[in-house]
């Protein structure tokens, strides 16, 4: 079952904060995000597991709410560099095939 | 390391021609994985593979095979090629198949006319 990604679209100033959220309707096992560039390949950015564990980028910051099965990708001080689709995959359970989302287009201006 | 190596970068078919898109990873991942992408619609999984010599249908496998021989190499086979079929086609690889973070390749654009 493919997870739901909100809002569809974002566009941010530079420096400005954004939050893009994934959600599913099925009980969650771990949420996946990747950020695709325009004609490029998508690039992992983080995974956050039931439990709370988490394995990723450094400088991104997540959450997962495991009671709403709902996860967001929290952008503080965008940079011109994180302007993208961002996918939400989701696992249902340890033997699950990650599901994407359609995908979050987020632009950042000067 | 060349990590994930997809080939042709793009490619147009003929109606009812045949054509294998090429994958190749470098890094000893057991598994391996092709999906495509249609615009606004995400990534969809056509098959996977969890090592060599074994196999397994994703959620959109009709008109598609696949095969793997080797840990290295895992080819998608498009047989009878038609108009659906045109879309963007990534492999990708993981060490396990288990909450581990996917490696892509390029990407193969293709369109069926």
């Known amino acids: 079952q493919q997870p739901v990604q909100s809002p569809q679209a974002v566009i941010l100033r530079e420096g400005e904060d954004a939050v893009i959220n994934c959600s599913s309707s099925?009980?969650?096992?771990?949420v996946h995000w990747y950020r695709q560039k325009h004609g490029e390949a998508p690039v992992f950015l983080m995974i956050l597991l039931k439990g709370g564990e988490q394995k990723g980028h450094e400088k991104i910051s997540a959450s997962f709410n495991e009671k709403k099965q709902q996860s967001s990708l929290y952008l503080t001080a965008s940079q011109l560099s994180y302007s993208g689709t961002y996918f939400c995959g989701t696992e249902y359970g340890a033997n699950s095939k990650l599901t994407f989302g359609k995908g979050i287009t987020l632009s950042v201006r000067p | 390391n060349a990590g994930v190596t997809q080939t042709p970068k793009f490619r147009i078919l003929k109606i009812g021609q045949s054509m294998t898109l090429q994958c190749a990873q470098d890094?000893?991942?057991?598994?391996m994985y092709w999906y495509r992408q249609d615009p606004g619609m995400g990534l969809k999984l056509i098959y996977y593979?969890?090592?060599?010599?074994?196999?397994d249908k994703g959620e959109v496998p009709n008109g598609y095979n696949v095969s793997r021989s080797t840990t290295e190499d895992f080819p998608l086979r498009l047989e009878l090629a038609a108009p659906s079929q045109t879309s963007v086609y990534f492999c990708?690889?993981?060490?396990?198949?288990?909450?581990?973070?996917?490696?892509f390749g390029s990407g193969t654009q293709l369109s069926v006319l």
């Open positions: 099925k009980a969650l096992y771990s």
């Open positions: 890094m000893n991942h057991n598994y």
């Open positions: 593979s969890v090592g060599a010599g074994i196999t």
């Open positions: 990708a690889s993981s060490y396990s198949g288990r909450s581990e973070k996917l490696f």
